[in-house]
């Protein structure tokens, strides 16, 4: 009998292929939607985006990859099976999209109010995203050792609300307002991903449904501006494709100054992705593959590190679709094609080129139909008891969707834009001071109205005081409710006027509602626990 060790395996089965394509258009419509927003909506200079930030991004794909092939290797090898299939890695979609919506298209504009030329701000910005990657993996490598311990401390409802919120809010309705900008290529090409991948409808082709929505759509784009039909049509004026190496590079080191304004949405982007990733272990491991959630963060952790040295901005994550890809037949094989095709792509400008040609319109409609997933899933994944408080944190995410809009100099002027944020109507704070405020730090406010409700619900009054006056913290520090336009953090003792009444009346709204709360815990069976089948009455 053969030992495990002794089993001769194959680098590629048939199944590997059906991978190697789900996870590509993955990984190339997220790093479309970056380039398509940066170029698109901000101006960002595509030479930066494509010779400076996309080579070290798939450089962190390549990576990740690989190290993923080998531990899927090891496992089959290990326990002598032939079916183990390796965890799928990529781009995370929420967090890339964000950084480039919330993070480096702000921060370019910001950069060139300040004076910069737009080469200069590019830079700057480059370096932003770089160090941000740094920030992330950082704290992604500390949380690898107490995973256990993020998941006891915060409630799913808690950790999956808050990025349900800004996939809804900022992933779903923004990309949605960019397909429809090219209403029959936008709408045509999300109701074809809806038809393939939520009806789990039949194409006459056999290939895989998001691969064809792409074609089909981009011909459609293409060929509706040919005819003079498409509203804005341009040919895309592609940049110079070179070999670009991703060395590692200190520049991140330059941007880190920059990065202290983004902390309340950096570091929950990288505590997010570590509960991803303890999450898609369990369900490797559910579905026969018992890899050890610790090496799979630290391998995410590394990779995106790697990505940030060497110039990268969007960070790898491991892809909750192992089983699914288990179920293609993949094995191993599919995350070294993948990771190959990704890394050496970028580096030869062979995805650069394929980004330029894909049209927002036909990316932005894949990120609607994510965002919806990613909403469906927290719903799903989350004790019905809890969904309204996960609902309750979707709205700072609104104020942060409105702050985006009516603080874009195009909309409004800059000094209308400040008359608005102290001119008080007589009922109270200034209108529109207090969306702004409760905008910034959205991520870790919704985090904590949504822990501090969920609280209440399972009748723990003490730990939703807890979360509340660490929200109070938090706030005086500005890590959210910001009172400055762009969220910058500060010292209480230094505001002064209106800012230090938005302040200290935020922090007490906290404060007072947890003594409340605690108050309350004094009384004998304060809160009725509800079960998940009394909820659904």
């Given at each position: 009998?053969?030992?495990?060790?002794?089993?001769?395996?194959?680098?590629?089965?048939?199944?590997?292929?059906?991978?190697?394509?789900?996870?590509?258009?993955?990984?190339?419509?997220?790093?479309?939607?970056?380039?398509?927003?940066?170029?698109?909506?901000?101006?960002?200079?595509?030479?930066?985006?494509?010779?400076?930030?996309?080579?070290?991004?798939?450089?962190?794909?390549?990576v990740?990859?690989?190290?993923?092939?080998?531990?899927?290797?090891?496992?089959?090898?290990?326990?002598?099976?032939?079916?183990?299939?390796?965890?799928?890695?990529?781009?995370?979609?929420?967090?890339?999209?964000?950084?480039?919506?919330?993070?480096?298209?702000?921060?370019?504009?910001?950069?060139?109010?300040?004076?910069?030329?737009?080469?200069?701000?590019?830079?700057?910005?480059?370096?932003?995203?770089?160090?941000?990657?740094?920030?992330?993996?950082?704290?992604?490598?500390?949380?690898?050792?107490?995973?256990?311990?993020?998941?006891?401390?915060?409630?799913?409802?808690?950790?999956?609300?808050?990025?349900?919120?800004?996939?809804?809010?900022?992933?779903?309705?923004?990309?949605?307002?960019?397909a429809?900008?090219?209403?029959?290529?936008?709408?045509?090409?999300?109701?074809?991903?809806?038809?393939?991948?939520?009806?789990?409808?039949?194409?006459?082709?056999?290939?895989?449904?998001?691969?064809?929505?792409?074609?089909?759509?981009?011909?459609?784009?293409?060929?509706?501006?040919?005819?003079?039909?498409?509203?804005?049509?341009?040919?895309?004026?592609l940049?110079?494709?070179?070999?670009?190496?991703?060395?590692?590079?200190?520049?991140?080191?330059?941007?880190?100054?920059?990065?202290?304004?983004?902390?309340?949405?950096?570091?929950?982007?990288?505590?997010?992705?570590?509960?991803?990733?303890?999450?898609?272990?369990?369900?490797?491991?559910?579905?026969?593959?018992?890899?050890?959630?610790?090496?799979?963060?630290?391998?995410?952790?590394?990779?995106?590190?790697?990505?940030?040295?060497?110039?990268?901005?969007?960070?790898?994550?491991?892809?909750?679709?192992?089983?699914?890809?288990?179920?293609?037949?993949?094995?191993?094989?599919?995350?070294l094609?993948?990771?190959?095709?990704?890394?050496?792509?970028?580096?030869?400008?062979?995805?650069?080129?394929?980004?330029?040609?894909?049209?927002?319109?036909?990316?932005?409609?894949?990120?609607?139909?994510?965002?919806?997933?990613?909403?469906?899933?927290?719903?799903?994944?989350?004790?019905?008891?809890?969904?309204?408080?996960?609902?309750?944190?979707?709205?700072?995410?609104v104020?942060?969707?409105?702050?985006?809009?009516?603080?874009?100099?195009?909309?409004?002027?800059?000094?209308?834009?400040?008359r608005?944020?102290?001119?008080?109507?007589?009922?109270?704070?200034?209108?529109?001071?207090?969306?702004?405020?409760?905008g910034?730090?959205?991520?870790?406010?919704?985090?904590?109205?949504?822990?501090?409700?969920?609280?209440?619900v399972d009748?723990?009054?003490?730990?939703?005081?807890?979360?509340?006056l660490?929200?109070?913290?938090?706030?005086?520090?500005?890590?959210?409710?910001?009172?400055?336009?762009?969220?910058?953090?500060?010292w209480?003792?230094?505001?002064?006027?209106?800012?230090?009444?938005?302040?200290?009346?935020?922090?007490?709204?906290?404060?007072?509602?947890?003594?409340?709360?605690?108050?309350?815990?004094?009384?004998?069976?304060?809160?009725?626990?509800?079960?998940?089948?009394?909820?659904?009455?």
């Open positions: 009998m053969a030992t495990p060790q002794a089993t001769p395996r194959r680098w590629f089965v048939a199944g590997d292929l059906n991978g190697f394509f789900g996870l590509v258009v993955d990984n190339l419509s997220i790093l479309g939607f970056i380039a398509a927003a940066l170029i698109g909506i901000f101006g960002f200079p595509a030479e930066v985006v494509f010779a400076r930030m996309f080579p070290g991004t798939a450089f962190g794909v390549l990740g990859n690989l190290i993923y092939t080998v531990m899927g290797r090891r496992l089959a090898a290990r326990t002598g099976r032939d079916d183990v299939t390796s965890m799928p890695l990529g781009l995370d979609a929420p967090t890339s999209i964000g950084m480039a919506l919330l993070v480096l298209g702000p921060a370019f504009v910001a950069f060139k109010q300040q004076g910069m030329d737009e080469q200069a701000a590019a830079i700057a910005t480059w370096q932003l995203g770089m160090a941000s990657l740094v920030v992330m993996g950082v704290l992604k490598f500390i949380l690898s050792f107490a995973g256990d311990a993020v998941t006891r401390l915060i409630p799913r409802a808690g950790l999956l609300g808050s990025i349900a919120g800004i996939a809804l809010v900022l992933m779903g309705f923004l990309p949605l307002v960019e429809l900008r090219s209403p029959v290529v936008g709408f045509v090409t999300l109701g074809l991903l809806l038809y393939v991948l939520i009806a789990k409808g039949r194409l006459p082709v056999r290939l895989p449904g998001v691969f064809v929505a792409f074609v089909f759509g981009t011909v459609l784009y293409y060929s509706l501006g040919a005819a003079g039909l498409a509203p804005g049509f341009h040919w895309p004026e940049a110079p494709l070179r070999l670009v190496l991703p060395w590692p590079t200190l520049g991140f080191i330059e941007g880190l100054p920059s990065t202290v304004p983004y902390l309340p949405l950096l570091l929950p982007f990288g505590l997010l992705m570590v509960v991803g990733g303890i999450n898609v272990s369990e369900s490797a491991r559910a579905a026969g593959d018992d890899y050890r959630t610790r090496d799979i963060l630290l391998a995410e952790a590394f990779s995106t590190l790697v990505a940030g040295f060497c110039g990268g901005v969007a960070q790898t994550t491991p892809y909750i679709g192992q089983p699914a890809y288990k179920h293609m037949g993949a094995r191993t094989g599919y995350t094609l993948t990771g190959l095709f990704i890394g050496l792509g970028g580096m030869l400008g062979l995805v650069s080129g394929l980004v330029q040609w894909l049209p927002l319109a036909v990316l932005a409609p894949i990120i609607v139909y994510v965002a919806l997933d990613i909403t469906t899933q927290a719903f799903q994944a989350t004790p019905r008891r809890h969904a309204t408080a996960m609902v309750l944190g979707f709205l700072p995410s104020a942060y969707m409105l702050a985006i809009k009516v603080g874009n100099p195009g909309w409004i002027a800059p000094e209308n834009f400040a608005l944020m102290t001119t008080s109507d007589g009922h109270g704070l200034p209108e529109m001071a207090v969306i702004i405020t409760l910034n730090g959205f991520i870790i406010t919704a985090m904590i109205w949504t822990s501090a409700v969920a609280a209440m009748g723990r009054l003490l730990r939703a005081s807890a979360f509340l660490a929200g109070a913290a938090l706030t005086l520090f500005g890590l959210i409710h910001s009172v400055h336009p762009q969220g910058g953090i500060y209480p003792w230094t505001l002064e006027g209106l800012p230090r009444v938005l302040s200290w009346q935020f922090a007490g709204a906290y404060v007072a509602l947890a003594t409340l709360l605690a108050l309350l815990s004094l009384q004998r069976d304060a809160v009725p626990v509800a079960s998940d089948q009394d909820a659904a009455h």
